[in-house]
């Protein structure tokens, strides 16, 4: 029996601390298109757009009914997404061509084109707490970009380390958290000054993809390859707990209205822990999901989750064709 098999069977069993299996599949909002690849998804609450990454594209849905309304378009391998609400301006990754488009977030037009001076910008957030600036992590030159959002111009750059940098995310205390996959450590830099601080090791966790943080109680939380989230306390470095989740995860959202993590796994299933309490964590459920549906997304109004999914012609290439027309987004609640 495949390890996949084994998760879904157990998935009417699991029920830890009272705290009922009961996230589930509520929608599914087609997409459709080319046979092509997609990356990050991200909600902005105050439009109600949900953008979704998307090869050539940013495709933006309605989040609550997953009506298309307009696409961010051209990109050149489409990546992350990020809002700064107060300007209504958006930011988005253009992988292939070094640079992060700038648009207006209610009308979706183009403002500028940002060369971000780094190699495939990847991830891309907003610094709302604290410094009000985007950070741009170049996937593959080892650096972030700083963007003032009012202005549209770049503020400094970060030299972090060699290696695949992946998601950045923020304590609004004047620190910044990226994950390195290829060394299996998070770099942190002091946001005011540019400097970097640390670099913490994931051991025992290897790699390091998703990553977000729970502010309140200063823990952050990085997915790692070898089937575990890895827990760090925030202000120290130090690994507080490494709970298992599904395999090679790539996402992870924090949901502070609940306590509860949400890692997005290549084993087509979605795990989802609760923080009992800043150094224990348990299992709530497993919930199957869909080939591909590696990445996440929150809705921090509903606590609903989106995933990313498709069917992929049968083929031996690691990365075969996707079926045109199957891409679609899956929809999670209680």
């Known amino acids: 029996m495949t390890r996949i098999s084994c998760l879904v069977l157990c998935l009417g069993l699991l029920s830890v601390a009272g705290r009922a299996a009961d996230y589930r599949i509520t929608g599914r909002y087609p997409v459709g298109g080319d046979a092509s690849r997609w990356d990050y998804l991200q909600v902005d609450p105050v439009t109600r757009y949900l953008y979704v990454a998307h090869s050539t594209r940013f495709e933006v849905l309605d989040a609550d009914t997953g009506r298309k309304v307009g696409e961010v378009a051209p990109a050149s391998r489409a990546h992350g997404v990020v809002i700064v609400p107060g300007l209504n301006r958006g930011f988005a990754t253009s992988g292939n061509d070094n640079a992060v488009i700038m648009f207006d977030s209610r009308s979706l037009q183009t403002l500028a084109v940002i060369k971000t001076g780094g190699t495939n910008p990847d ?6 707490a ?32 060699e290696g695949k940098l992946e998601q950045i995310c923020f304590d609004g205390r004047g620190r910044a958290f990226v994950n390195n ?3 299996s ?83 087509r299933t979605m795990t989802v822990l609760h923080e009992d309490t800043p150094d224990q964590y348990s299992l709530v459920q497993i919930v199957p999901t869909g080939v591909g549906a590696k990445q996440i997304a929150i809705d921090p ?19 075969p064709p996707v079926v045109t027309d199957t891409f679609e987004i899956l929809v999670i609640s209680r």
């Open 123 to 128: 991830a891309i957030q907003y610094d709302a």
């Open 130 to 161: 604290d410094t009000k600036k985007v950070y741009v992590v170049n996937g593959s030159s080892g650096n972030v970009t700083v963007i003032d959002p009012a202005t549209a111009k770049i503020t400094g750059r970060v030299a972090l380390a």
């Open 181 to 183: 996959e290829d060394r």
């Open 185 to 267: 450590c998070v770099h942190v830099f002091d946001t005011r000054t540019l400097q970097p601080i640390a670099t913490w090791p994931a051991a025992p966790g290897e790699g390091g993809t998703g990553l977000d943080i729970d502010p309140e109680h200063h823990r952050l939380f990085s997915t790692c390859g070898n089937d575990r989230l890895v827990v760090f306390d925030s202000d120290t470095g130090r690994v507080v707990a490494t709970p298992a989740i599904g395999e090679d995860a790539d996402g992870v959202v924090f949901d502070p209205a609940t306590g509860r993590i949400f890692t997005s796994n290549a084993d």
């Open 301 to 319: 109004k509903t606590s609903r989750i989106f995933l990313p999914t498709g069917k992929f012609q049968s083929s031996k290439q690691k990365l």
